[in-house]
């Protein structure tokens, strides 16, 4: 920390003070966390702040940072609770905490695969409701699938190098080509419309909502969406009923509300949002923002800046 200069925290992760406080007490900031966990009390609180933690939920948003704040570190590779644009229009760097998660999601994303095709919760029910479908469920194998990975980014990455490694036929699309990529570029179309599995990792903006169809796809395709619910068009989804699977980890409202007609869906596998939720991805995340609000208290430039902001934060 700068000497002389005392800055002010605010805390919005769904966490008690308490832990809070063990988290990034030794950063010798004025630690503040909402009282009660609304958006009132967030607004209400942002006029204290110099440097905010945003909420990883995200129930609490920041829109508009205001006059003070100089800094928002999100705690989590997604950054969809923050408004970047107007914290762009204020000159305030947002930064995520890029790849502390990847490893989390491609893993996730392959499990959920391996279930859908092994049929392992229906197997799991069955046996447990007394019953012994050992030749009867229709089970099937990954190796030597073809599978499009939409998204080429940390995580599709990974994803790819997983999936090859079990032995399938892996292309991707993204927005943009990437030369290094680990597997060949396959048009969007052709990627949906003839691939056994179809995992979904793009990030969510106004290009991608809504970008994956689910009736395009094959009959017998599996669809796995581990990266927003925006996404992926949740109305085909119920539509789909030609898929062969649908594995989901997130969903256009979270938590997934008790009447969706998602709960019901025939051979659909539900995740709630955990797919980056291991003890070994939040080790790495809050390492990551506690080294980056250490380089901001200290007068260094932030990392993994988002909203393409100088990433020397500057107090007010």
């Given at each position: 920390m ?14 008690p003070?308490?832990l ?28 204290e ?11 609490l948003?920041v829109g508009?940072?205001g006059?003070?704040v ?24 947002v ?12 893993e ?7 279930a ?11 046996v ?5 479908p ?5 089970a ?8 499009g990975?939409v ?17 399938c ?5 993204s ?15 052709a990627l949906?419309?003839?691939r ?10 106004p290009?991608t ?10 009959p ?6 581990g990266?927003r619910?925006?996404?992926v ?5 119920l539509a ?6 649908v594995?989901?980890?997130v ?8 009447d ?9 596998l539900l995740?709630p949002h ?18 980056n609000?250490r ?13 393409g902001?100088?990433?020397?934060v500057?107090?007010r």
């Amino acid at each position: 920390m700068l000497p002389g200069v005392t800055w002010s925290l605010l805390a919005l992760p769904p966490v008690p003070r308490e832990l809070v406080e063990a988290l990034f007490g030794d950063l010798g900031a004025t630690l503040l966390t909402p009282e009660e966990r609304t958006q009132e009390a967030v607004e209400a609180l942002l006029p204290e702040a110099d440097l905010v933690v945003a909420d990883w939920s995200p129930v609490l948003r920041v829109g508009d940072p205001g006059p003070r704040v100089c800094f928002v570190q999100q705690p989590s590779v997604g950054y969809d609770g923050v408004d970047v644009d107007a914290c762009a229009a204020r000159g305030v760097p947002v930064a995520n905490t890029a790849g502390a998660n990847t490893t989390s999601v491609a893993e996730w994303c392959v499990s959920a695969v391996l279930a859908l095709l092994r049929k392992t919760v229906e197997a799991d029910a069955a046996v447990r409701a007394g019953g012994w479908p050992q030749t009867s469920l229709g089970a099937g194998e990954l190796a030597g699938k073809r599978v499009g990975v939409v998204g080429m980014g940390p995580v599709g990455r990974a994803a790819s190098r997983l999936f090859a490694a079990f032995g399938c036929d892996v292309a991707y699309w993204s927005r943009r080509r990437h030369d290094d990529a680990p597997v060949p570029y396959e048009d969007l179309d052709a990627l949906l419309t003839t691939r056994d599995v179809v995992v979904v990792v793009i990030a969510l903006g106004p290009e991608t909502r809504g970008l994956v169809d689910a009736t395009r796809l094959k009959p017998g395709a599996l669809l796995v969406n581990g990266a927003r619910g925006l996404v992926v068009d949740e109305a085909s989804l119920l539509a789909a009923t030609h898929l062969g699977g649908v594995a989901l980890d997130v969903f256009a409202v979270e938590p997934l509300p008790a009447d969706s007609p998602l709960r019901d869906r025939p051979g659909t596998l539900l995740s709630p949002h955990m797919a980056g939720s291991t003890g070994d991805a939040a080790g790495r995340i809050l390492a990551a923002t506690s080294a980056n609000l250490r380089r901001a208290l200290a007068g260094e430039p932030v990392v993994d800046v988002v909203n393409g902001v100088d990433p020397l934060v500057v107090r007010r």
